[in-house]
């Protein structure tokens, strides 16, 4: 039997990364011995925490695939965040949370939710199917749901996630919340990086209709702390946006611990934003209050009003 | 609470119409009172045999819905061959069998499976909910899954949609081989319909890459009953063919008994057909040796070659 390929997103999150092991280790508990994780990138330092937490090895790196093998997607589903030759590869599966972007010529088994993290549709997933779900697999689920809820904190958080949360911690035996916030702090350490890393970290390329976008987000304890890097950060932006030819480049700085963002913007069409949330931007700044989830308070948002 | 309205494919069949109750239903035993089960057009001599046959009444047939309104899509997610104004209404949720050809703004509950009939994934939903099957919506359910799948007997068919059938026919008390047969005869009776109805019946507005076409299957138990209205059909096409502005016009007429396909081909691209199929079309018409999905042996195979 072929090897089925199980990866996340480019600029993989933890999300990403422990829902490719998650889902690799669901369809070998169904039958399917051949599924092998991948990621499509390195790991971020929360991943890495969370790894090493854990003891779990990292999937395997792969940068691309034969034509015509077997792939099941997580975390994504938009050919732009996947692999380079997705459209030559047979997708068996998706399982995901997000907007539907992926247009195929054959039907295949698709699962989505509007809920905060992957990771509470694989638990779903498990419970369905009755598989066991192991210490170590419900400690990277939890992890995932923690850094994509921000604790359970981002708007994008339901009922489901709290639930799954709450039946994780049990079988994983952690207090979630204390080791949430460690976590989410290891992420935020933004010391081993160059700008360029900085700057690819969580980047997402996503059209506005037809305005040509990245919005690339980091976490933080501390916006000042970033911020002391605006001079170098705006000459990494402005030469990807001449590169990839794009018409807006939004960095969205997150405080974790206070649940705001500062969004530093560039980019010909930087006045989207400014209509989008009203605001004005100083020094191609703004602080949105309350706002911490790309997905569900910057998306939408941005592709309204474009 | 606003109502969410529960909807199949234009030109429905018999999947559309009983998915859309059975969804309904679902929702309803799910705790959302408001989910009215809908349909976008007239219903076909199978599903009106189906729902005399159980006595069932036929689903709200509707036009158009206000903007901003909640739906859920069964049996399809393609905007061509939904609602007009889908791109402004509220999609929840889609459950379907189909290849995926939507692209949302927002994240949804997206529940798609490579098997024969939407009715299968539904009775899956069922079961992961623990909820109640009545009699009433087994059948329902049984009669869609023999429909799309000719008695199990379509390439289409997979372990999923037999253990259905199985099952549901125990809970509906069926035979389902006679009932099915009957079902499946009363489908193929064409002599209430025009032409142009004929022409309508089951078509679906398929683009294989730039190729613009429309593929219509009618079932029957005998070819030659159908090709004496020959020259009217092709004149019926011809029509469409300007009206549309189409590059080709399929229609598929499947012999139920004999699992084969007579196809009459129009269009300035009809010699995609020769090429996919390896066929001389004479007069307009090629016989393909064991072809009855639509899904499966036509629009893969069609979408390669264009």
Known sequence: MANTYVFGHKSPDTDSI???????????ELGNEEAISCRLGNLNKETEYVLNYFNVEAPKLIENLEDGSDVILVDHNSPAESIDNLENLNIKKVVDHHKIALETSYPLFYRAEAVGCTETVLFKLYEENDCFISKEIASLMLSAIISDTLLLKSP????????????????????????????????????????????????????????KSIVNQVNTASIPDVLEMKDELEEGINKIIEKENLDIFILLITDIVNSNSEILVLGERADLVEKAYNVKLENNLALLEGVVSRKKQVVPIMTENA
């Open 156 to 211: 994008t958080t339901t009922d489901d996630d709290i639930r799954a949360v709450e039946e994780l911690s049990k079988i994983a035996e952690i207090d979630y919340e204390s080791y949430g916030l460690e976590m989410l702090k290891a992420g935020t350490d933004l010391s081993d990086f160059s700008i360029d890393e900085i700057l690819n970290l969580d980047a997402k390329q996503i059209d506005f209709k037809d305005v």
């Open 18 to 28: 422990t829902s490719s092991i998650v889902m690799a280790n669901l369809e070998h």
